[in-house]
């Protein structure tokens, strides 16, 4: 079998928090591993071998990354990874980041409170108290190395540019910590991120544009769509010059900036589901836990130990330039008929697939509208 070899270079653009056994921060190949089978699977579920089906695309996916199931089925993996070193992180604090009004955040006398942005994209890892060790961003780069089948190099290339423009690693990732930079191999900065690059590495012309498609299965594996049938990825930006005519959009000096922003569009689009006043716990499924669960303070009936992971992805990325930017991408997936059942089966009634597709186009709606101190703007159509 004729192998392929990769080579880049990998940092990060936000602090990360990838544990090892003893729970320190430690570079290690497992959680990127994990993250290009994530990102592998969304490339090749258009695939015409696989069609989207799950079941077809797991075959695909244990063929390659290999498996560990009991007996003849277990197998080997046929890509391999290679970090230069595997050094342990030494961060250990956090320099100041801005505070955000919350409505459903109060003191004693029922007065919002400011939370910050830190411990409310990081809590776990990050407290009131401190924050657990972590790998440093903008530190010197390491060498990974990835190495597949001369078949499969396409697929593997075209989930490592994914992972440019979206991927993250570590505890509390979806929220922006452990933003991966990688650079070598022609990869694409956010400079070109735009639609038709997207329906390229993707193949999205093989399936409607129409988010309810997406929704339809319950695992990622596509990106997800707007009203308008382009793809939900938006940029955040720090401002708009104008060059020779043409407008070039701003980006941040600090990392930290780019995370102020996310914060102040999570807390936005979240709240803007209300519950009314009414407290947990709820008999029926409401518009907010659609966006991840558990929910402070709002948990469902019967359901006390079910978790669903957010849709929406946050990321850092820096050009060519060291400035930062913002990434907001939707990576839809119906909610999954297990999480509506607990140790005892007992069962609630999911939204259905109708009612999910109503809850994200509105938090597409709320991204695609201006926000006070927020420039929150669209991917490039090509």
């Known amino acids: 079998m004729s192998m392929r070899e990769l080579t880049y270079q990998v940092s990060f653009n936000t602090p ?37 089906d799950h ?33 342990e992180g030494a961060m250990n ?31 776990g890892p990050v407290t009131l108290q401190g924050m657990r060790k972590a790998i440093a961003p903008v530190a010197t780069p390491l060498t990974f190395k990835v190495r597949c089948p ?3 190099i396409d697929d593997i290339r075209n989930a490592i540019q994914l992972i440019a423009w979206f991927g993250t690693v570590g505890s509390r990732s979806r929220n922006a910590w452990g933003s991966v930079r990688l650079e070598g191999e022609g990869i694409l900065g956010i400079e070109g991120l735009c639609d038709s690059k997207l ?19 319950e695992w990622p594996h596509s990106m997800g769509l707007c009203a308008d049938g382009r793809p939900a990825v938006w940029r955040v930006v720090s401002g708009q010059k104008q060059v020779d005519g043409k407008t070039q959009f701003v980006g941040f000096d600090k990392w930290e900036q780019v995370l102020e922003r996310f914060a102040a569009l999570k807390i936005g689009f979240r709240t803007q589901f209300s519950f009314n006043n009414q407290g947990g716990p709820h008999r029926d499924v409401m518009d907010r836990h659609v966006l991840a669960y558990p929910v402070t303070n709002h948990g469902l009936a019967n359901l006390p130990n079910a978790r669903l992971a957010s849709q929406i992805r946050f990321k850092v990325i820096a050009n060519k330039e060291g400035k930062f930017f913002g990434v907001i991408a939707h990576v839809p997936a119906a909610m999954p008929r297990d999480f509506f059942y607990d140790k005892e089966r007992q069962q609630m009634n999911p939204p259905s697939i109708a009612d999910q597709v109503n809850v994200w186009n509105q938090v597409h709606q709320f991204l695609n509208t201006p926000q006070p101190g927020s420039q929150v703007i669209r991917i490039r159509k090509g």
Do not use: C
């Open 16 to 52: 990360a928090f990838l544990g090892n056994a003893e729970q320190q921060a430690q570079w290690r190949t497992p959680p990127f591993k994990a993250l290009l089978r994530q990102w592998w699977r969304v490339v090749k579920a258009p695939a015409r071998e696989v069609g989207y």
């Open 55 to 87: 079941k077809r695309l797991l075959v695909a996916e244990n063929g390659l990354f290999g498996s560990a199931l009991d007996g003849d089925g277990s197998s080997r993996s046929k890509v391999q990874l290679r970090l230069s070193a595997w050094d």
């Open 93 to 123: 604090a956090l320099q100041p980041m801005a505070r955000h009004p919350h409505p459903e955040v109060k003191d004693r006398d029922r007065k919002p409170i400011d939370i910050a942005t830190a411990v409310y994209l990081g809590f």
């Open 150 to 152: 001369e078949l499969e």
């Open 199 to 217: 329906s390229d590495l993707l193949s999205l012309r093989t399936i409607s544009a129409a988010l309810g498609d997406r929704l339809a299965g």
